[in-house]
């Protein structure tokens, strides 16, 4: 079990703050560090000191860390015409060495797009959108070096382009897909994910989901094993019940809410609930969502005493 921490910076964290989280993930052996992609703050916090782009964020740490994976949960396709999004992530996988991953969302948060003028077409056009930057990124990374890349989009359309630079990844980055949607994001996944992801789901909701994947990718005869299972979860692990109480109340959050929709426990308690989450929608890879950012003792107690568990 991949164990990857993920984090929700436009609730308010500074690149620093992020630094010292990504940096801990790293020496404590996670597999990877992931942040949101989203400028403005949710809930009745305060955001300060403000938000901080995701590729800026995910660039600078390429060059301060060194073993530990980088990517977004997920790239809003709202907020960067795909050919420069292409161009922004292959640069950044190449500055890490070949350590991005590449999650792609169809975008959804209206306050924040009419707070900062960003257009959120209605669903349907959004999705089409959507559709056809995976098409243009997966389609310029793949391209051959020293061939162009073209496309001819209802919504986007680029001419002889020439596909530079390439992702030292060959022949792209992993790209995760994720959604609740029932039959377009399904095929969207078969088609282009190598990782389907569920967020903040209950079991069945997220076992019917990965089932919807699977019969998608058997119908354009694709292997459903080829395409990764993962959740994510927020957490509150405490060594006993003041400390995982105190941890829920870092974050808002009810202990006994918590230990129904996310993983609040003892390292005990939640390696069990992960063990019954395997069983039951077959993931492999679990993103822990870490809210409280200067929590770094979590950080450090789930990975000496969860992780080694569910080897």
Do not use: C
């Amino acid at each position: 079990m991949d164990l990857r921490i993920f984090t929700e910076p436009q609730q308010g964290a500074s690149y620093d703050d992020l630094l010292r989280v990504a940096k801990a993930t790293e020496a404590a052996g996670y597999d990877a560090f992931f942040r949101s992609d989203h400028y403005l703050k949710m809930g009745g916090v305060d955001g300060l000191p403000g938000p901080t782009d995701a590729w800026i964020t995910l660039a600078g740490l390429a060059r301060e860390t060194s073993r530990v994976r980088l990517g977004t949960l997920v790239t809003a396709a709202t907020f960067r015409h795909p050919s420069v999004l292409a161009i922004t992530v292959a640069q950044v996988d190449q500055m890490s060495g070949g350590r991005v991953e590449f999650g792609l969302g169809s975008g959804w948060y209206d306050d924040e797009h009419t707070t900062l003028g960003l257009d959120l077409p209605p669903f349907k056009e959004r999705f089409d959108r959507y559709a056809e930057q995976l098409a243009i990124i997966t389609g310029y990374w793949k391209t051959p070096a020293g061939e162009a890349f073209s496309f001819d989009g209802e919504h986007y359309k680029l001419v002889d382009a020439p596909a530079l630079p390439k992702p030292v990844q060959q022949p792209a980055p992993p790209v995760i897909i994720g959604g609740s949607g029932k039959k377009r994001t399904p095929a969207l996944a078969a088609r282009y994910a190598d990782e389907f992801n569920l967020p903040f789901a209950d079991v069945e909701t997220t076992a019917a989901q990965f089932a919807r994947v699977a019969a998608a990718a058997e119908e354009i005869g694709r292997d459903p094993k080829e395409i990764l299972r993962s959740s994510a979860l927020v957490i509150a692990v405490g060594r006993d019940e003041a400390e995982i109480k105190r941890r829920a109340d870092a974050i808002g959050r009810d202990v006994t809410e918590l230990r129904q929709n996310g993983l609040a426990g003892t390292p005990a308690e939640v390696v069990d609930k992960i063990g019954r989450w395997r069983e039951q929608t077959g993931i492999t890879r679990l993103y822990l969502q870490l809210l409280d950012l200067s929590d770094l003792d979590q950080i450090d107690l789930v990975a000496a005493e969860v992780a080694p568990q569910l080897d």
